[in-house]
């Protein structure tokens, strides 16, 4: 089997690889539970797609680039749908996996060790679970491993240009890979020690990239820098009593949990031991040597220390460590074996292999159907309300209730509002604002467009919308959600439908009509 892989035609091999790729990534992409964070996202690359602006109109807690990615996709190719757009994170992930096996491939001259990397990155817990979001990991992971892969797999003068301009775009989406800069610029500097000039060159070009990449921030900072400033960091400092980099306590419980020990993360922290370890014998090797670790090492190794920065920390951030991991730990295989490794180290490595792969579907169970440890999903019972047809299903439902002219609904949650014309209240469009709001004085409140308690609660009294929806999405909102409600019942709305775990409240046509009496 390997020798006829070895022996196939470049286009069967890659055929087969995208069938490998399309089978896990698409199915994910149109199954996997919900995550809050996406209906954010959709919502606001929809309305960055009508006119609104991130930051200034809109908050928006992340670099600039992933609305406009979705936005485009969605207004010119699929429509405003959140299938669509999980297909997209998904096309994403694909490519990342075609790039992983060229470059592995191509760091050890064997196709089949490009295959395995591929089987190794479709069957990580890590990357099904959360690859297909809409979220940062597709295309923020694609680029930064683009950056790193290009300079080995292009053999253009341009290529740390290629390089420069894509960790760019990686940072344009997620502003912590700023942090692996230096292992490039240390990379370069290595790569060209013997010869002033050529390096000199190279940094030109990598920083043209670079800067090439990053300069479209400069418009929404101009405008005016505190609020750009504030949406992508100032709020990370209050999202937690424990500031930016408090509660270590978590952060080792984080890492802890990625190992499997005292509480695992499902079948992915057993797969991330096995690369982990592999990967560190492959280091331990380098030490020995006394040779440099690879890009990919340090790069690894940077991100997965700056993934435990933010407070609180999750293990989903780790999903973009993952490709890194697995370049080293088959790079490192693949030289044992070369090597003339024993029978049964090699046969203890299949076994490894297998049983990666074997228990992977434990985890398509976990993010599709049970929603077990899955840090926001409480019970199975929220499993069942965070799947699309029931967020859809929720999004009809408030169609049927607004009336054309008055479409503004109140939700805690704005990722009903993706597919419908029914238009979330400004300031709801990201449900961490009145959250927020509790930790910020009444000006920046004001100067942000937060939406506070006394203001929702104004807006409720004021009817400012005809309705307003009220449930347990999330179950880290229970006590802004008891607060809505009583506030929604106080205000005259009544119950008027109920979809799954959300309550949809209606004011009376008694309430509407005295309210355009007074208008």
């Not at 479709?122 to 992971?141: C, H, M």
């Not at 775009?169 to 610029?185: E, G, M, N, Q």
């Not at 100032?234 to 270590?248: C, D, E, K, N, Q």
Request: hydrophobic content about 50%; charged content about 15%.
């Amino acid at each position: 089997m390997m020798t006829r892989l070895e022996r196939a035609r470049p286009a069967v091999v890659w055929g087969l690889l995208i069938v490998l790729l399309a089978v896990v990534f698409v199915p994910m992409s149109q199954l996997r539970l919900v995550d809050g964070d996406e209906g954010i996202y959709l919502l606001d690359a929809r309305l960055v797609m009508e006119g609104n602006m991130l930051f200034h109109d809109l908050y928006w807690p992340q670099m600039f680039l992933t609305p406009y990615i979705y936005g485009v996709w969605m207004k010119l190719v699929v429509g405003y749908s959140w299938y669509g757009a999980r297909l997209l994170s998904a096309l994403a992930a694909m490519a990342l996996g075609l790039v992983l096996y060229a470059q592995v491939a191509r760091l050890t001259g064997r196709r089949v060790l490009g295959g395995v990397a591929v089987a190794l990155f479709t069957f990580s817990g890590l990357e099904f679970g959360w690859l297909p979001l809409v979220k940062t990991y597709a295309f923020g992971t694609l680029t930064l491993f683009g950056a790193y892969a290009v300079l080995t797999l292009s053999r253009s003068k341009n290529r740390w240009f290629y390089s420069g301009l894509l960790l760019g775009l990686a940072i344009d989406i997620r502003l912590y890979v700023v942090f692996t800069a230096p292992a490039f610029l240390v990379e370069l500097y290595l790569d060209e020690r013997n010869d002033f000039r050529a390096r000199m060159m190279q940094l030109g070009r990598f920083a043209a990239g670079f800067v090439l990449a990053l300069l479209p921030n400069q418009y929404f900072l101009l405008i005016d820098p505190e609020t750009f400033v504030f949406n992508i960091i100032g709020t990370h400092a209050i999202r937690s009593p424990w500031g930016f980099f408090g509660f270590v306590d978590q952060k080792i419980h984080v890492a802890l949990r990625l190992f499997g020990i005292n509480y695992s993360d499902g079948v992915t922290s057993l797969q991330f031991v096995f690369l982990f370890f592999a990967s560190l014998a492959g280091w331990v090797g380098c030490v020995r040597r006394r040779t440099r670790l690879p890009l990919s090492s340090t790069i690894f190794l940077i991100l997965a220390t700056v993934s435990l920065l933010p407070t609180p920390a999750y293990t989903q951030y780790f999903a973009m460590t993952i490709p890194f991991l697995i370049v080293d730990a088959v790079v490192f295989a693949g030289a044992i074996v070369a090597a003339g490794a024993p029978v049964a180290v090699v046969r203890l490595g299949a076994v490894v292999a297998a049983t990666y792969v074997l228990l992977a579907p434990l985890d398509f169970y976990r993010y599709t159907v049970s929603g077990t440890e899955i840090y926001y999903i409480r019970s199975a019972k929220d499993a069942q309300h965070l799947t699309i047809p029931a967020i859809r299903a929720v999004g009809r439902a408030i169609d049927r209730e607004v009336l054309p002219e008055r479409p503004y609904v109140i939700s805690l949650w704005p990722g009903y509002f993706v597919e419908t014309r029914a238009r979330i209240l400004p300031k709801m469009e990201n449900n961490f604002t009145l959250q927020f709001s509790r930790f910020m004085t009444q000006r920046d409140i004001t100067k942000f467009h937060f939406m506070s308690y006394p203001e929702l609660s104004a807006a409720l009294q004021r009817h400012a919308v005809d309705v307003v929806v009220v449930g347990d999405f999330l179950g880290i909102w229970d006590n802004q959600r008891v607060w809505v409600k009583n506030h929604v019942l106080q205000s005259g709305y009544v119950l008027v439908d109920t979809i799954g775990g959300e309550e949809i409240y209606k004011l009376p046509a008694a309430a509407r009509t005295a309210r355009r009496r007074g208008d």
